[in-house]
């Protein structure tokens, strides 16, 4: 189920390429938990909810192998990298794990690279609405969709910032 909100006080017009990139992101992607697209920094923030605080030495060795398998795949497919952030927020029992990625230099198929090395690492503890084995059949559309809307951002540039969320088996879109 999909649902789009605004924040307070916003009058703006959603941008649909930006609603359906964040959208197809998180139906695709079920590790992700949350998303968002910061416009200044013409960057998505990819975040990894896990049910349980990793120790620093082993947020910065994931961190270090997420970085240097990014680089790899960049090498591979012939790209330049780009920006690339890591942090990690923890709130009791539960940590956020954040990526951060420049739009220009991203694909459809890092993403889905950064999603499967992230249930590599953390498995279980990673929180997902769905079990692996799951797979819708317009999640190939979807992914069609991440690749399009990805490269027309490549060549223009969304003037809002949007938060996509999952929640309770739904995803939500609020655009700033």
């Not at 590599?120 to 809307?149: C, K, P, W």
Request: glycine share 8%; net charge negative; hydrophobic share 40%.
């Amino acid at each position: 189920m999909f649902a789009l909100g605004r924040f307070m006080g916003s009058a703006k017009k959603p941008n649909k390429d930006g609603i359906n990139l964040l959208v197809s992101i998180l139906v695709c992607y079920p590790e992700i938990g949350m998303v968002s697209y910061e416009p200044e920094k013409e960057a998505l923030y990819f975040s990894f909810t896990l049910q349980k605080v990793p120790p620093r030495q082993e947020f910065e060795e994931t961190a270090a192998f997420l970085e240097e398998s990014i680089l790899t795949y960049h090498d591979l497919e012939g790209l330049i990298p780009g920006e690339i952030d890591f942090t990690l927020e923890g709130q009791g029992n539960t940590a956020f794990f954040r990526v951060l990625r420049d739009v220009r230099t991203l694909s459809r198929g890092e993403i889905a690279l950064l999603a499967d090395l992230m249930y590599e690492r953390f498995g279980d503890a990673l929180v997902s609405d769905q079990t692996r084995d799951t797979y819708e059949e317009d999640n190939f559309m979807r992914e069609e969709a991440i690749d399009h809307i990805i490269g027309s951002l490549k060549g223009s540039r969304m003037a809002d910032r949007m938060i996509g969320i999952r929640e309770e088996g739904r995803v939500m879109v609020f655009n700033k």
